[in-house]
């Protein structure tokens, strides 16, 4: 199962690649694999784990699968796109609305290339605007499915230039494409817009070398998707981080969203010497402290807090102020706790114990009602007594996004 288990195919695979190492070997056309259809995996992601902000992140076993099948007329029409998981029914499935299929024609139209004549059928088990980095993995995903699909050859660190573009930042990113822990950070400013302004930015007037069929095919294709000029090489620095692997990840998902947009906009423009440091010291001992194979919570607990994103973000998250102050005196296993990435989900990184340490954190959030949310709660699933609704999820760390041809 490509979604949750990261399996191979062992029957019928013509080809398969896991990760970053191998994605210039599988880079030829689909023709070449002697098959019509492939699958793209990708995992989750989370991000900062306390101090790091914008420079940690972890991938996590839960993935993203996208099954790309080539109709038989390669002439075809626009990217079809069907959709199964979390937001079912709500997710966009117009090539230009569903984030997948826009970044796949738009990488591909970076290279002069128009994506036309497949079906992708998209398989989404992580959580929507919950902070696992469910847009990173849509964003890898469909780069990598222009990749495969054109024989672009692609490398990994072209794909997180294609990523940290439209993303703007490379924690998730980072992660979801080489799997593990990966500390990383921007050589240059990248715009906070995506597409078109991300374009413009790094190229005014950008238009692709289309022959002229190519260009009349895709105004009439995707007259309503912008193009997105190739970014510059190396937009990111990215180092795998060893992590012990007696360690797991207790990903606790409140039943509402917290758009990334919201988050970042409560945080201040500047911020004090004295803020600043304790991060850094912290993140420097984090770093080295995951890495022991015999992980000390008396450590990790400490070196996890933070004074740069948490404490502004709070009062978006019902009962966070009292689930950071959760460690293992009262928690035996627990080894630190913080944001996942922007929220409002709570991640919980332990060794043992992690049912117990999952429900308690559901405990909390289920002792709040909804009408605590002060953002938006169109979406939020409550039960009869009006309270938050949560669930855990016990995560290994991945490996990076995967392609397999049959």
Same mark, same amino acid.
């Given at each position: 199962?490509?979604? $949750? ?52 992140g972890?991938? !996590?076993?839960?993935? $993203? ?7 038989? @007329? ?5 990217? %079809? ?6 937001g ?6 117009a ?6 299929s826009?970044?796949?024609?738009? %990488? ?7 994506l036309?004549?497949w ?12 902070g696992?980095?469910s *847009? ?15 024989? !672009? ?7 997180? =230039?294609?990523?940290v573009?439209?993303?703007?930042h ?18 240059? *400013?990248?715009?906070? +817009? ?22 009349? /095919? ?5 007259? =309503? ?18 992590v ?14 917290l758009? %990334?947009?919201?988050?970042? #906009?409560?945080?201040?423009? *500047?911020? #004090?010497?004295? +803020? ?26 400490q070196? $996890? ?7 502004? /973000? ?22 630190? &706790?913080? $944001? ?11 060794? /043992?114990?992690? =049912?117990? &340490?999952?429900?308690?954190?559901? @405990?909390?959030?289920? #002792?709040? #009602? ?5 953002? =938006? ?21 991945a ?8």
């Open positions: 199962n490509l979604v $949750m288990g990261h399996k191979k195919n062992k029957t019928k695979a013509v080809a398969v690649v896991e990760g970053a190492a191998a994605v210039v070997q599988n880079g030829t056309e689909g023709a070449a694999h002697g098959g019509r259809r492939f699958t793209v995996s990708v995992p989750c992601s989370t991000a900062n784990l306390g101090p790091g902000f914008d420079a940690l972890v991938g !996590l076993g839960l993935r $993203m699968s996208v099954v790309c099948t080539r109709s038989e @007329d390669k002439d075809g029409g626009a990217v %079809t796109v069907s959709y199964e998981g979390d079912a029914g709500l997710v966009p499935l090539p230009a609305a569903n984030l997948v826009r970044v796949a024609v738009q %990488t591909a139209a970076a290279h002069a290339r128009v036309a004549g079906h992708l059928h998209i398989a989404n088990p992580i959580p929507l605007g919950r696992l980095g *847009s990173g993995s849509a964003v890898v995903a469909g780069i990598v499915v222009a990749s495969e699909a054109l024989g !672009l050859r692609l490398s990994a660190a072209r794909i997180v =230039d294609y990523a573009l439209l993303e703007g490379p924690d998730n990113v980072a992660a979801s494409i080489l799997g593990g822990f990966v500390a990383s950070y921007l050589s240059e *400013s990248v715009p906070a +817009d995506s597409g078109a302004a991300a374009a413009a930015a790094f190229s005014p007037a950008f238009s692709p070398a289309f022959s002229p069929a190519d260009a009349a /095919r895709y105004a009439r294709l995707y007259a =309503d998707i912008p193009f997105l000029a190739p970014p510059k090489l190396d937009l990111a620095v990215h180092v795998k981080v060893p012990s692997d007696k360690i797991k990840f207790v990903a606790v998902v409140p039943a509402f969203e758009q %990334t947009k919201l988050a970042r #906009s409560v945080l201040p423009a *500047s911020y #004090s010497k004295q +803020d600043l440091v304790f991060n850094l010291q912290r993140v420097a001992v984090l770093v080295a402290a995951l890495s022991h194979q015999s992980p000390d919570p008396a450590i990790i607990s070196a $996890m807090h933070d004074k740069i994103h948490q404490p502004y /973000r709070q009062h978006l998250v019902p009962g966070l102020a009292e689930i950071l102050l959760l460690d293992h005196h009262t928690l035996p296993g627990l080894l630190g &706790i913080c $944001m996942s990435g922007a929220g409002p989900t709570v991640l919980c990184l332990a060794d /043992r114990n992690f =049912d117990t &340490i999952g429900n308690k954190v559901v @405990d909390i959030f289920q #002792s709040h #009602s909804k009408s605590e949310v002060a953002h =938006d709660t169109s979406n939020l699933d409550a039960d009869v007594n009006d309270k938050i609704r949560a669930e855990f999820l016990v995560l290994d760390i490996d990076g996004f995967s392609v397999q041809w049959a």
